[in-house]
Nanobody, 127 residues
Framework: VQLQASGGGLVQAGGSLRLSCAAS????????IAWIRQAPGKEREGVSC?????????YYADSLKGRFTISDDDAKNTVYLQMNSLKPEDTAVYYC????????????????????WGQGTLVTVSS
C-alpha cells in the first residue's frame, strides 16, 4: 500500500489549492481515505475523510465545512481535497492516510499511527 500526496504550495489568503492523494496497492473498496494536517507547533488535526465503498460518504472537521471538499476518482485511484478561501491558519503539512472503511474512525476522522500514511505536502497561506 502506497499513498502519494501532492499539490501543496504557497498561496495568498483567500486563494485555493487542490491536493491529490494517489493510492496504489489497494482499492478504495477496502479503505477509507482521510486527510490530516499538522501545523507548526500544533497537534495533528483530522481534516476530512471519504469512504468510497459507503456510497462515497464524506466527513469534515466542523471548522472546515463549506471551505474544503473531498472527492475521489476511481479510475485514477486518487482522492482530492479542494481547499477554498484559504486562511493563514490553514498553513500546515497535509497528509493523506488509508484507514479501515468499517467502524467509526472515518466519520470521526481518526487516523492511527499504524494506518497507511502518505509523505505529506506543505501548504503555506500568506496573509
Amino acid at each position: 500500500v502506497q499513498l502519494q500526496a501532492s499539490g501543496g504550495g504557497l498561496v495568498q489568503a483567500g486563494g485555493s489549492l487542490r491536493l491529490s492523494c494517489a493510492a496504489s496497492g489497494f482499492t478504495f473498496d477496502d479503505y477509507a481515505i482521510a486527510w490530516i494536517r499538522q501545523a507548526p507547533g500544533k497537534e495533528r488535526e483530522g481534516v476530512s475523510c471519504i469512504s468510497h465503498a459507503d456510497s462515497h460518504s464524506t466527513y469534515y472537521a466542523d471548522s472546515l465545512k463549506g471551505r474544503f471538499t473531498i472527492s475521489d476518482d476511481d479510475a485514477k485511484n486518487t482522492v482530492y481535497l479542494q481547499m477554498n478561501s484559504l486562511k493563514p491558519e490553514d498553513t500546515a503539512v497535509y497528509y493523506c492516510a488509508a484507514l479501515p472503511r468499517f467502524g467509526s474512525r472515518c466519520p470521526l476522522i481518526q487516523v492511527a499511527e499504524d494506518d497507511y500514511w502518505g509523505q505529506g505536502t506543505l501548504v503555506t497561506v500568506s496573509s
